[in-house]
């Protein structure tokens, strides 16, 4: 990443879940967008081209699953990494064949997001 910040889009439908990994991302010098839900997070990226998405599977209007597929289809190099409390296997699987690079089960250890996060950034 050279210097450069990465900017990560939180997507979650939880006022509170966007404030913790924000303040847990910003407190380890990445820059922070938040979008509420598949629909916002789309519209978003668009515009900020954000170098890493965080996503939730359970929102309204667009869920995670079907906010993935539509980002891959914006941009196919989009890096996303799941973050939720839905981590049955089918769920993994139907995020991970959707486009997601990883799947980190909330509640989550800050440490494995961090981990996670560097990992798929650092991913060519």
């Given at each position: 990443?050279?210097?450069?910040?990465?900017?990560?889009l939180?997507?979650?439908?939880?006022?509170?879940?966007r404030k913790?990994?924000?303040?847990?991302l910003?407190n380890?010098?990445?820059?922070?967008?938040?979008a509420q839900?598949?629909?916002?997070a789309?519209?978003?990226y668009?515009?900020?081209?954000p170098?890493?998405?965080?996503?939730?599977?359970?929102?309204?209007?667009?869920d995670g699953?079907?906010?993935?597929?539509e980002?891959?289809?914006?941009?196919p190099?989009?890096?996303?990494?799941?973050?939720?409390?839905?981590?049955?296997v089918d769920?993994v699987?139907?995020?991970?064949?959707a486009?997601?690079?990883s799947?980190?089960?909330k509640?989550?250890?800050?440490n494995k997001v961090?981990a996670?996060?560097k990992?798929?950034?650092?991913?060519k």
């Open positions: 990443m050279h210097g450069k910040i990465p900017r990560i939180i997507v979650d439908d939880s006022d509170v879940m913790l990994l924000g303040s847990l910003k380890n010098g990445y820059e922070i967008i938040e839900n598949g629909r916002d789309c519209e978003k668009l515009v900020e081209k170098d890493l998405v965080t996503m939730d599977i359970t929102m309204p209007e667009i699953i079907k906010a993935v597929k980002l891959m289809r914006i941009d190099a989009a890096k996303i990494v799941m973050i939720s409390a839905v981590g049955t769920r699987k139907d995020a991970i064949y486009g997601a690079k799947f980190v089960v509640p989550y250890e800050a961090l996670t996060l990992l798929v950034l650092d991913k």
